[in-house]
């Protein structure tokens, strides 16, 4: 999380200008104050699991991220959190199948599905790399982000632009391969 937090504190100028074009334009800067919020509760407080971060860092997420972020990115960490249970350590399987839980909540909570130019877009192929590598997920993560450029959205607010909405990538996907990439990094 700290790698994470690191992670969107560098691009948050970047996930900003994505979001300016087809969003509200504070996409960056929620992830910002949500993450550094994150690293420093949990440089409070360490939790003793891998599930246990997580759910801490996704409570801390959604009680300091505006908009949609919040409780889509606390939802994600929350659910893969609760999936890992009160295990010491985890092994990618296991890892892969509390995000895949994750993942799947977020899919309901936001009534989206890969294809809608969602974080979806990229967390859905990342999840499903993992099986192979960190690395291989994230780099799935990336290409999903990448994908979302020609695609219409089909919900958030990026949704309301139609067709306006092709030809920019969306910035929730490139959040969510941020932090794929930092789980990568963090892991060697």
């Known amino acids: 999380m700290t790698a994470s937090a690191a992670s969107v504190d560098r691009e948050?100028?970047?996930?900003?200008?994505?979001?300016?074009?087809?969003?509200?334009?504070?996409?960056?800067?929620?992830?910002?104050?949500?993450?550094?919020?994150?690293?420093?509760?949990?440089?409070?407080?360490?939790p003793a699991t891998p599930g246990a971060v997580l759910m801490a860092a996704g409570r801390q997420l959604v009680s300091t991220v505006g908009g949609a972020s919040g409780p889509l990115y606390g939802t994600l960490l929350r659910r893969a959190g609760k999936a890992l249970g009160d295990?010491?350590?985890?092994?990618?399987?296991?890892?892969?199948?509390?995000?895949?839980?994750?993942?799947?909540?977020?899919?309901?909570?936001?009534?989206?599905?890969?294809?809608?130019?969602?974080?979806?877009?990229?967390?859905d192929p990342a999840v499903e790399a993992l099986a192979a590598s960190l690395d291989a997920a994230s780099a799935a993560a990336?290409?999903?982000?990448?994908?979302?450029?020609?695609?219409?959205?089909?919900?958030?607010?990026?949704?309301?632009?139609?067709?306006?909405?092709?030809?920019?990538?969306?910035?929730?996907?490139?959040?969510?391969a941020l932090l794929f990439a930092a789980l990568a990094e963090a892991a060697k």
């Open 12 to 46: 948050a100028d970047r996930l900003t200008e994505l979001d300016s074009a087809i969003g509200d334009a504070d996409h960056g800067s929620n992830m910002r104050r949500g993450f550094t919020a994150v690293a420093k509760a949990l440089e409070e407080e360490p």
């Open 142 to 176: 990336d290409e999903g982000a990448l994908a979302t450029v020609p695609m219409r959205a089909r919900k958030g607010r990026a949704s309301y632009l139609g067709e306006r909405s092709v030809g920019h990538q969306d910035p929730g996907a490139t959040s969510s």
């Open 87 to 123: 295990a010491e350590r985890v092994t990618v399987d296991e890892l892969r199948a509390g995000l895949r839980a994750g993942v799947d909540a977020v899919g309901q909570l936001g009534g989206s599905a890969p294809g809608d130019k969602t974080m979806l877009d990229a967390l």
